[in-house]
T-cell receptor, first 114, second 111 residues
Framework: GQQLNQSPQSMFIQEGEDVSMNCTSSSIFNTWLWYKQDPGEGPVLLIALYKAGELTSNGRLTAQFGITRKDSFLNISASIPSDVGIYFCAGQIYSGGGADGLTFGKGTHLIIQP | GAGVSQSPSNKVTEKGKDVELRCDPISGHTALYWYRQSLGQGLEFLIYFQGNSAPDKSGLPSDRFSAERTGGSVSTLTIQRTQQEDSAVYLC?????????FGSGTQLSVL
């Protein structure tokens, strides 16, 4: 099956710094999704990307769907303490029947030092 | 309901006992997923229900794990003869198209 390589595995940054993480795959995906998981909670969808080359922002978050459809990145600008958590990328081959074929990366642990 | 609801939120059990974990998906969502997340790790796919189709059980780690979805809504994940390595957070998610909405999970601890 498909595999996603998400990096970095963890990040230790200072408050106010910008953050960048990415996912790559040997497979082509139709959709890329980015989720954030707070401690003790389930992952929450941040951004969904549907088209190669698409660049989408959600507040301080920006994500792009790679032109080759095999990669995606997520940037967070001016990090704040509540950005702490685990960020997951997910790639999907959407066949029209639902969210089948959804593959998750192993996550990026973001730790912010005040 | 407004979101995916899972119960219990925490479950402590003894090795060898059976456990049942429940998931109430978002009303109207046709797809339901179970994932397992070990401490600090990624999401391990377990099983996927889509409408009335046969479930995709390809992620279940052993025959001690089973799941059912009654009436296309509530789902129960059952783990028989629990082992210590079953300790993890079990997450349920539902979707109507490509976006998954997760519950808060059940933290299972097998002593």
């Amino acid at each position: 099956g498909q595999q996603l390589n998400q990096s970095p595995q963890s990040m230790f940054i200072q408050e106010g710094e910008d953050v960048s993480m990415n996912c790559t795959s040997s497979s082509i995906f139709n959709t890329w999704l980015w989720y954030k998981q707070d401690p003790g909670e389930g992952p929450v969808l941040l951004i969904a990307l549907y088209k190669a080359g698409e660049l989408t922002s959600n507040g301080r978050l920006t994500a792009q769907f790679g032109i080759t459809r095999k990669d995606s990145f997520l940037n967070i600008s001016a990090s704040i303490p509540s950005d702490v958590g685990i960020y997951f990328c997910a790639g999907q081959i959407y066949s029209g029947g639902g969210a089948d074929g959804l593959t998750f990366g192993k996550g990026t642990h973001l730790i912010i030092q005040p | 309901g407004a979101g995916v609801s899972q119960s219990p939120s925490n479950k402590v059990t003894e090795k060898g006992k059976d456990v049942e974990l429940r998931c109430d998906p978002i009303s109207g969502h046709t797809a339901l997923y179970w994932y397992r997340q070990s401490l600090g790790q990624g999401l391990e796919f377990l099983i996927y229900f889509q409408g009335n189709s046969a479930p995709d059980k390809s992620g279940l780690p052993s025959d001690r794990f089973s799941a059912e979805r009654t009436g296309g809504s509530v789902s129960t994940l059952t783990i028989q003869r629990t082992q210590q390595e079953d300790s993890a957070v079990y997450l349920c998610a539902s979707s109507s198209r490509e976006k998954l909405f997760f519950g808060s999970g059940t933290q299972l601890s097998v002593l």
